[in-house]
């Protein structure tokens, strides 16, 4: 393609190394993947100073809400899914950032197939009913022994 053609590149063509190529478009009817790399608007891409800020803003961003995930995981809130989102944000800029969420995205799928599949369901079923068998057991014997005392207040 020259310079001074008006073609635009076929959109199955991959994003350059450095990450300053087009935006991807979503994966296809095939299911190719998103080429890795800068996701920012063409014209801060053009200037370097500007993308570096822009890259810097996204780091910012998705740090804060990185960090406010890692504050929810013990306390109430959606800890894991804001870490993920945090990820996301990362993820429109830095290649890292996309291959982690790539790496997550196929292990998310992998177990969700492996869940689904009828002999690993009747497994996780049947030790679901005995791990709540054995728990009904040890209550009961506690309560015959004890009654509805709580355990700090037996030695009054």
Known sequence: MNAESDERPPADETAPADGTGPA??????????RPLGSRAPHFVRRSRALHLSWQAGVFVVGLAVVVAGVIMLPLPGPGWLVIFAGMAIWA????????????????????AQRALDPKVRRRNIA???????????????????????????LHR
């Open 127 to 153: 030790l679901t009913v005995a791990g709540l068998a054995i728990a009904g057991v040890l209550v009961g014997c506690y309560l015959a022994r004890y009654g509805l005392r709580a355990p700090w207040a």
């Open 92 to 111: 429109t800029e830095f290649v890292w950032a996309q291959l982690v969420l790539r790496w997550t995205k196929h292990k998310v799928t992998a177990a």
């Open 24 to 33: 991807a478009a979503p994966p296809g009817p095939a299911g190719r993947e």
